[in-house]
């Protein structure tokens, strides 16, 4: 019996589930989870930068009963992706199913953001997103004046962009750098939710800018339930304006609510008796007289 963590990813969709999940697997490594994404190369980022011990990448969530047996245990994220078939079947062959979003919360932050102890290294610093499929940053950028503050590297950025963009920004931080990042700048100016919490969680004060280039961008709720500060300028022509609005903001900036850590330990409890169960069944099945 295994216990399966998913999340959906992609070069158009970004980490934000990656994230989420992999602040999981961290909370529930007794129980020793591996841990699928919808590509590889977020399955490699997982276990390169997140923590993650086994990542694998499954293609859509479809697949997970190729890579599962029947009574295995599943945490997927809310991407919105099962369709209620598939929830269904999901209920019938899984021992436990709990999905982000409805069993455990979207604003779930990994713990070593709560146990910050970094001194402030930025007073301010720009992350957009893990991804930029669409170059729709990279051709604001282009069209700014020079931006006094650095920026971090989104994971799916297009790797020849950053020869324009490291002319724009005062340093161009690689991904191996974010973590400490987000935990050092005082004011981060970012386009991700999930990183907004990361940030807040460290005792910095971010401000997110709403891109544009989506449809729509999930969970921009939890940044009013937060109270962190919002830039919405439809369609912008560069990022001048939205940095005139984000010293503006950090000039005066508002009063948050703060983050809680949240406690897994009744799932964590669950899935660990189960586990044990199972350990015993098979022990007493593989004995021989």
Same mark, same amino acid.
């Given at each position: 019996?295994?216990? *399966?963590? *998913?999340?959906?990813?992609?070069?158009?969709?970004?980490?934000?589930?990656?994230?989420?999940?992999?602040?999981?697997?961290?909370?529930? $490594?007794?129980?020793?989870? %591996?841990?699928?994404?919808?590509? *590889?190369?977020?399955?490699?980022?997982?276990?390169?930068?997140?923590?993650?011990?086994?990542?694998?990448?499954?293609?859509?969530?479809?697949?997970?009963?190729?890579?599962?047996?029947?009574?295995?245990?599943?945490?997927?994220?809310?991407?919105?992706?099962?369709?209620?078939?598939?929830? /269904?079947?999901?209920?019938?062959?899984?021992?436990?199913?709990?999905?982000?979003?409805?069993?455990?919360?979207?604003? %779930?932050?990994? /713990?070593?953001?709560?146990?910050?102890?970094?001194?402030?290294?930025?007073?301010?610093?720009?992350?957009?997103?893990?991804?930029?499929?669409?170059?729709?940053?990279?051709?604001?950028?282009?069209?700014?004046?020079?931006?006094?503050?650095?920026?971090?590297?989104?994971?799916?950025?297009?790797?020849?962009?950053?020869?324009?963009?490291?002319?724009?920004?005062?340093?161009?931080?690689?991904? /191996?750098?974010?973590?400490?990042?987000?935990?050092?700048?005082?004011? $981060?100016?970012?386009?991700?939710?999930?990183?907004?919490?990361?940030?807040?969680?460290?005792? +910095?004060?971010?401000?997110?800018?709403?891109?544009?280039?989506?449809?729509?961008?999930?969970? &921009?709720?939890?940044?009013?339930?937060? +109270?962190?500060?919002?830039?919405?300028?439809?369609?912008?022509?560069?990022?001048?304006?939205?940095?005139?609005?984000? *010293?503006?903001?950090?000039?005066?900036?508002?009063?948050?609510?703060?983050?809680?850590?949240?406690?897994?330990?009744?799932?964590?409890?669950?899935?660990?008796?189960?586990?044990?169960?199972? /350990?015993? %069944?098979?022990?007493? &099945?593989?004995?021989?007289?």
């Amino acid at each position: 019996m295994q216990l *399966y963590l *998913y999340a959906k990813s992609g070069h158009n969709f970004g980490l934000e589930n990656v994230r989420r999940i992999s602040a999981i697997q961290n909370m529930l $490594l007794e129980c020793n989870p %591996i841990v699928c994404t919808a590509d *590889y190369r977020a399955a490699t980022f997982s276990k390169n930068y997140l923590g993650v011990r086994k990542g694998v990448g499954v293609d859509i969530i479809d697949n997970l009963p190729n890579v599962m047996q029947r009574s295995d245990m599943l945490i997927y994220d809310d991407s919105k992706e099962a369709s209620d078939t598939m929830k /269904e079947y999901m209920e019938e062959f899984c021992t436990h199913l709990y999905e982000v979003g409805n069993h455990i919360p979207l604003d %779930i932050v990994d /713990e070593q953001f709560f146990e910050n102890t970094l001194p402030t290294k930025y007073k301010v610093a720009m992350f957009f997103a893990d991804d930029d499929y669409s170059n729709w940053f990279f051709n604001l950028v282009q069209q700014s004046s020079k931006l006094k503050m650095p920026l971090v590297v989104g994971h799916y950025f297009f790797f020849g962009n950053e020869d324009i963009l490291k002319e724009y920004f005062t340093e161009l931080l690689e991904e /191996e750098d974010y973590i400490d990042t987000v935990k050092t700048t005082q004011y $981060l100016l970012t386009s991700s939710v999930h990183t907004a919490l990361e940030s807040l969680a460290s005792g +910095n004060q971010p401000v997110y800018f709403k891109r544009y280039d989506k449809d729509s961008i999930e969970n &921009l709720n939890l940044l009013q339930k937060y +109270n962190i500060p919002i830039i919405d300028i439809p369609n912008p022509k560069n990022l001048d304006t939205i940095l005139d609005s984000f *010293y503006k903001i950090i000039d005066d900036y508002p009063q948050l609510n703060s983050i809680a850590r949240y406690d897994i330990s009744d799932i964590k409890t669950k899935i660990q008796d189960t586990l044990k169960k199972y /350990e015993s %069944i098979v022990s007493s &099945l593989e004995y021989k007289y």
